[in-house]
């Protein structure tokens, strides 16, 4: 499980709703819920940026990527499964860009936590998310030559779908920071003992 420890002199993190050794679990467990929650609320609309924001700012780039991949896989998993996506070549093709994506945005989220100052502010988790949203969308824009679908790159559609995820991030930002205040996993009473 050492995968789950972040490095002390790796510290630029954000966000710490739980003790280190627990830190992918929660994640995890945040994520693949909000993204259930999201794909059934939004279906195509799912705020992945915001997912990479807060996978980036509570865990290492690795584990972050794993963590955001499970949402992905939750997302596809109900799309196909739930809400009936057609299953054929450009709609599953779609579904991987979506994937590939959602990384580009959690790798994107990470180099910017790392570029920017200390401290967790809103500025920074903001220009994060700015950061993350814009490899999300350029991303999927890429695929548009073979897949189709420039239609959805409207100004009013990309701006709500940013803006969507704008209050993702505040929501999950949130309940990070109420799990920290309850500290359901002793994470202060670990630390003074």
């Known amino acids: 499980m050492a995968i789950d420890m972040l490095p002390s002199h790796?510290?630029?993190?954000?966000?710490?709703p739980?003790?280190?050794?627990?830190?992918?679990m929660f994640c995890f467990a945040l994520l693949t819920i909000s993204c259930a929650l999201a794909s059934f609320a939004l279906a195509c609309a799912t705020p992945f940026a915001a997912f990479a924001v807060i996978a980036a700012a509570t865990l290492s780039l690795r584990p972050a990527l794993l963590v955001v991949t499970g949402a992905w896989l939750v997302n596809q998993t109900i799309g196909f499964g739930a809400l009936h996506y057609p299953i054929d070549a450009s709609t599953i093709a779609w579904g991987f860009v979506i994937g590939a994506a959602a990384l580009a945005a959690t790798a994107a989220s990470?180099?910017?936590?790392?570029?920017?100052?200390?401290?967790?502010?809103p500025l920074v988790l903001a220009l994060t998310l700015v950061a993350?949203?814009?490899?999300y969308e350029f991303t999927l824009l890429a695929a548009t030559p073979f897949l189709g679908g420039e239609g959805a790159f409207t100004l009013a559609i990309v701006t709500r779908i940013g803006l969507t995820s704008a209050v993702w991030l505040a929501g999950l930002v949130a309940a990070c920071e109420i799990v920290r205040m309850i500290d359901p996993f002793g994470r202060g009473r670990a630390m003074s003992a």
């Open 110 to 121: 990470s180099a910017t936590l790392r570029a920017l100052p200390q401290g967790r502010t």
């Open 18 to 24: 739980v003790a280190p050794r627990h830190a992918a």
């Open 132 to 135: 993350a949203y814009a490899a």
């Open 10 to 16: 790796a510290d630029r993190f954000r966000l710490h």
